[in-house]
């Protein structure tokens, strides 16, 4: 299995201001990926990180608004920009490992934007 | 395109009643498919996967893909089942997950 640390759990952030979410791991994993919950709706992949280069954005989600790092096999970050109140949504990292389809998830990020 | 739908937001039922949770999916190819689970304060966990056609917890899926469908079930339903289920399925290095039912177990 794979451990994963998400800070922070919740917050409440001012519209206009940005917030950093950090996905740590106990150990390498293969893939990284950062998701989006709104309220009553599924999980929204937003991008999946990749270990020292870009991150690889999907359709309606841009780098600008969500810059994504993942300087290591085992860590990265989710920056959530100049918020607004529709950014308002619980934030979710998610690994798998090499060679099993598996994905591990953190326990989530609520994020309030006012 | 790939896509996953839950047809129902919510299902209660009574305990010890059979459940099934239903499950459609959309894709051409040869689906890998799974079932998370979000019990109350707790994060997304893997329920089960239809590659092991194994039971945890008493749940059972069956993959038909003449129907595209992949639902779950469980003949005796319990209290401690209530959560939130997620159908997934994995291509390409991503997951596709449906909108989610709530399963609500009464006592």
């Known amino acids: 299995s794979a451990v994963i640390s998400q800070k922070p759990s919740r917050d409440i952030c001012q519209r206009g201001t940005s917030l950093t979410i950090q996905c740590q791991v106990d150990s390498q994993v293969t893939m990284m990926f950062w998701y989006r919950q709104q309220p009553g709706q599924s999980l929204t992949l937003i991008a999946t990180a990749n270990q020292g280069s870009e991150a690889t954005y999907e359709s309606g989600f841009v780098i600008d608004k969500f810059p994504i790092s993942r300087p290591n096999l085992t860590f990265s970050t989710l920056t959530v920009s100049n918020m607004s109140p529709e950014d308002s949504s619980i934030y979710l990292c998610?690994?798998?490992?090499?060679?099993?389809?598996?994905?591990?998830f953190g326990q989530g990020t609520r994020l309030t934007v006012v | 395109a790939q896509r996953v739908t839950q047809p129902e937001k919510l299902l209660s039922v009574f305990k010890g009643a059979p459940v099934e949770l239903k499950c459609n999916y959309s894709?051409?190819?040869?689906?890998?498919l799974f079932w998370y689970v979000q019990y109350s304060r707790q994060r997304l966990q893997l329920l089960l996967r239809?590659?092991s056609r194994e039971s945890i917890k008493g749940f059972t899926a069956d993959l038909n893909k003449g129907e595209t469908s992949f639902h779950l079930k469980k003949p005796f339903a319990q209290e401690e089942d209530s959560a939130m289920y997620y159908c997934a399925l994995y291509n390409f290095n991503k997951f596709y997950f449906g909108s989610g039912t709530k399963l609500n177990v009464k006592p």
């Open positions: 239809h590659i």
């Open positions: 998610s690994v798998t490992r090499a060679a099993d389809t598996e994905a591990f």
């Open positions: 894709y051409s190819g040869s689906p890998e």
